[in-house]
């Protein structure tokens, strides 16, 4: 079973359009991230849920929003996408209490053309 | 703002020697010191980590080693092997939780054989 699943893996798309990425995690914790990587393999945290609480939100656009219909789920939003925005998007989780690793899932590719 | 700088960003090593990757923390109260490692088209996976109480500590061929008063981390590879070829994350966390862990900038690593 995967333990932390988000869908799609690839997506393209033009300037403009409005999208979603789906995460899932199976694995009980109560923690849940999106990271953002770039072209130069450098991940940076977007967002941090706990217990379907926002805790992190890193000076993202608020044309990202993210959203938590539960503990398992943390969607990612994006509204008039930029060419900027192309990058692999990562969700990850983790068990909350500290010293805990984070368990990603096998990530996003978005292409904005 | 916190940062966490690694060293080097790309490292290129015969098979059978070591590898040595560094990392400096900014934030004083970080106390889980994890590594990740990211294979080409994968999503990262931790490979080892370090609390703050402890100094070094080492998996086979892996060790990471902590010096909390430079706020200094180190990931040591041993004979190294063709498929430990991939980036290398180091990344600090702060509690409560981990909520907020940053990650180095990433270390391409190339073993020849």
């Known amino acids: 079973d995967t333990a932390v699943s988000q869908t799609p893996k690839y997506l393209v798309t033009q300037m403009g359009n409005d999208k979603s990425i789906k995460c899932e995690q199976n694995l009980g914790h109560d923690t849940m991230y999106w990271y953002k990587q770039d072209s130069k393999k450098f991940l940076k945290i977007m967002f941090s849920y706990n217990n379907k609480e926002l805790i992190i939100n890193e000076t993202v656009p608020n044309r990202f929003s993210p959203k938590s219909p539960d503990k398992a789920h943390l969607n990612l939003h994006i509204n008039s996408l930029e060419l900027g925005d192309s990058a692999v998007y990562f969700c990850?989780?983790?068990?909350?209490?500290?010293?805990?690793?984070?368990?990603f899932g096998q990530g996003t590719r978005l292409t904005v053309v | 703002g916190e940062n966490v700088e690694q060293h080097p960003s790309t490292l290129s090593v015969q098979e059978g020697d070591s590898a040595v990757i560094k990392c400096t923390y900014s934030d004083s109260a970080s106390n889980y010191f994890p590594w990740y490692k990211q294979e080409l088209g994968k999503r990262p996976q931790l490979i080892i980590d370090?609390?703050?109480?402890?100094g070094e500590k080492k998996d086979q061929r892996i060790a990471v080693t902590l010096n909390k008063t430079a706020k200094h981390f180190s990931l040591h590879i041993t004979e190294t092997q063709p498929e430990d070829s991939a980036v290398y994350f180091c990344?600090?966390?702060?509690?409560?939780?981990?909520?907020?862990?940053?990650f180095g900038a990433g270390t391409r690593l190339f073993v020849k054989a």
């Open positions: 370090i609390r703050s109480n402890v």
């Open positions: 990344a600090a966390s702060r509690p409560p939780g981990g909520f907020k862990t940053i």
């Open positions: 990850a989780s983790s068990q909350a209490g500290g010293y805990t690793e984070a368990f």
